[in-house]
């Protein structure tokens, strides 16, 4: 599934795709499972299924991880 994230990025979980490219997402049934829904709080979450991922950025390992 991915590396679970931490601190300021928990909630979100991240898979290398290349050598130093990486995708950063949220699979909504771990992050109601883990309570972490109370964190992330994404806008639409209450309308969302289980099964949905939500791509949160795709890019390079260092700007990937950048919080705005």
């Known amino acids: 599934m991915g590396e679970s994230l931490k601190y300021d990025l928990r909630g979100l979980l991240s898979v290398p795709v290349a050598k130093n490219f990486v ?16 964190i992330l709080r994404c806008h639409d979450c209450s309308d ?21």
């Open 23 to 38: 995708i950063v997402y949220s699979y909504c049934r771990i992050c109601r499972k883990r309570g972490d829904d109370k």
């Open 48 to 68: 969302l299924i289980d099964e949905t991922v939500s791509f949160f950025d795709v890019g390079p390992h260092d700007k990937a991880y950048e919080i705005d």
